[in-house]
Structures are given as structure tokens and as C-alpha cells.
């Protein structure tokens, strides 16, 4: 059983549009209507592959009605936490070469008393999980040392604890020493303090993370590919390359991979990739199925410290 929070959740509406450019106006060829916020992308990844899953979010408005129902139409289990405040709509337009156009919501501001709710009830669904997973933004209102607080809060009740998040909420969570951390290589940067231009770079910097007590870092590479490092090994992985038909949660598709083979080794790297590039191939933010996850196409090698990043630099 893997248990998620998504503080700062979305109904997702995806335009497939032909072509856009900013100041005309775009006809959607298709429109879909998707639950959306990482931890929920996470969530029905795994729902979709049979593994158990609590989904902790908060819902408000007639959005969070529609959001619940569409979960529960996905068979996902809700565990919903009341909010005053609707929660927010995220638009997308994705073009046929798969690249997306996004405009991302704030979300509604959470009362200190709905925070502490938040929080109980992640807690209270800890029992007889594997996995706690703490994903995306946190909403106004809420303290950035709230994945923090759970990081230690489920580590005593014996529930290991992956993050992915970014800017300050990242840097108190990492602080706790999670279990396991997504950063892509922005983010991984910005831990680090320097510029990462290669493999090494990467290897270093997660290195430093779990030597500050992080236990593992899987870092998302774009066209790199992706690499895991635990106190083990590291390991780079990579596939053919795709045209995505949206690489919107696709990130969140590797988290969920990367925790249902164990959060650890090269498998799990395996795992976590093929289900990366499968979600990149749906459209939207659906989640992939069984029968859409390659692991064959999977290469799998250790890094190599000397191969630069294909993408040039980033702080």
C-alpha cells in the first residue's frame, strides 16, 4: 500500500490543438478533463497497475466534487479532506509534436486549520504502508516545512517517505532526510548550489544529498534519460527515442514506477522509466496501463562520469 498527498491538487483541462500561437485563436481538436496535481498522477499510475494506493487531498468547490468523481471513476481511493475554497484548474494546450503550453493555477489559500487536517488525516492513513508519497506545489497558506514535518512524522510510525517538489518546500524536506527524492536536473542544480553540465556533475550532487541523509535520488534528465543513486550504486537509464503526445505527468508516471518496484536498485530505474515514456505517449495526463509499459526498451548501465548533458547547463 502506497499512501499520496497532493496538497495542492487540480481538474485538469487539455486542449489537442493543431497549432498555437500566442494571440490568435486556437481550435481544440479534442478537450479532456483529467484529475491532475503530481501525487494524484502518481496515485492512478499505480492504481492502473494494481497496486494499492490512499490518495490524501483536499477538496473544495464544485471542481473538488468533479475532481473526487473523476477519481473515483479511475478507482482511485479518496481520501478527501474539506477545504472553504474551490480547488484550481490548470489549462494545457498540446500541440501534435507534443509540445505542451501550460498556465498552472495558484490554488486556494488553506487555513492553518485546514493544514493541521491535511496533515492528521496523511497521518491517520499511514497505517500498514509501505510508502508515503509527498508531491507537487503547496498551496497558499500552507508552511513550506509541511513535506518536513511528514517526513518525519511517517518515518516514526516505520513508513518510508519519497518527495518530489521543488524550491523551498524541497529544501526543508531534504532537510528530514526522506527516503527517496525526484528532483529534476533544475532542481537538482539548485540543491547543489553549481551549474550540473555532465553525468558526473549529477552523480556528485546526488551524492552530497545522500550523504546530508537522503536515501536515494532519482533524478529525471529530459532527453538524458533518467538516474537513480542510493547508497548501492548509481544507474542511468535510457530508451529509443519518442515523439510524446504529452509529456504532462510523465515525471509523476516515473515516480510511481520507481516506488512499485521498491524505490531502490536499477530495477526500480527500469521500471520508473518505462512507465515514464508510456505516460509521455498518452495524451493528457493519462495513466498508463500495464500492456503500455515497455521494460524491454529500457537500457539500464552504469553512469558514465565523463558523458556531458545533452541539454547544456543548468543552475
Not at 494571440?23 to 501525487?39: H, L, Q, Y
Not at 529544501?171 to 527517496?180: F, K, Q, S, T
Not at 538516474?227 to 510524446?244: E, F, K
Request: glycine share 12%; charged share 20%; with cysteine.
Amino acid at each position: 500500500m502506497i499512501v499520496t498527498l497532493t496538497p495542492n491538487p487540480s481538474v485538469d483541462r487539455t486542449f489537442e490543438v493543431a497549432e498555437f500561437t500566442i494571440g490568435t485563436v486556437s481550435r481544440a481538436d479534442a478537450v479532456r478533463i483529467e484529475p491532475g496535481g503530481k501525487g494524484l498522477n502518481v496515485a492512478r499510475t499505480l492504481v492502473a497497475g494494481g497496486h494499492g494506493v490512499r490518495a490524501v487531498v483536499p477538496v473544495g468547490g464544485h471542481d473538488g466534487e468533479l475532481l473526487s468523481d473523476e477519481l473515483a471513476d479511475r478507482g482511485v481511493t479518496v481520501v478527501a479532506v474539506p477545504i472553504a475554497r474551490p480547488v484550481r484548474t490548470n489549462i494545457s494546450l498540446v500541440t501534435p509534436d507534443g509540445v505542451v503550453s501550460k498556465v498552472n493555477a495558484p490554488g486556494p489559500r488553506l487555513t492553518g486549520a485546514e493544514v493541521r487536517a491535511l496533515r492528521k488525516a496523511t497521518v491517520a492513513e499511514l497505517a500498514g504502508a509501505e510508502w508515503l508519497a509527498g508531491c507537487g506545489s503547496l498551496p497558499p497558506g500552507a508552511p513550506a516545512d509541511l513535506y518536513a514535518t511528514l517526513v518525519r512524522e511517517a518515518q516514526a510510525a516505520g513508513v518510508r517517505v519519497a518527495i518530489d517538489a521543488s524550491g523551498a518546500a524541497l529544501r526543508e524536506a531534504v532537510a528530514a532526510g526522506p527516503d527517496l527524492i525526484k528532483p529534476n536536473r533544475e532542481e537538482l542544480a539548485e540543491l547543489a548550489g553549481r551549474e550540473l553540465t555532465s553525468f558526473g556533475d549529477v552523480l556528485g550532487a546526488a551524492r552530497e544529498l545522500i550523504g546530508w541523509g537522503v536515501g536515494a535520488v532519482v533524478a529525471s534528465l529530459g532527453a538524458d534519460g533518467a538516474v537513480l543513486v542510493d547508497t548501492d550504486g548509481a544507474w542511468h537509464a535510457t530508451r529509443p527515442p519518442i515523439v510524446p503526445r504529452s509529456a504532462v505527468g510523465a515525471g509523476d508516471a516515473l515516480l510511481a514506477g520507481v516506488l512499485a518496484a521498491g524505490g531502490r536498485g536499477p530495477e526500480a530505474l527500469r521500471v520508473g522509466v518505462a512507465h515514464g515514456a508510456a505516460a509521455a505517449l498518452l495524451p493528457g495526463t493519462a495513466a498508463p496501463a500495464p500492456s503500455d509499459v515497455d521494460l524491454e526498451a529500457v537500457t539500464v548501465t552504469p553512469v558514465d562520469h565523463h558523458r556531458p548533458l545533452t541539454e547544456g547547463a543548468h543552475r
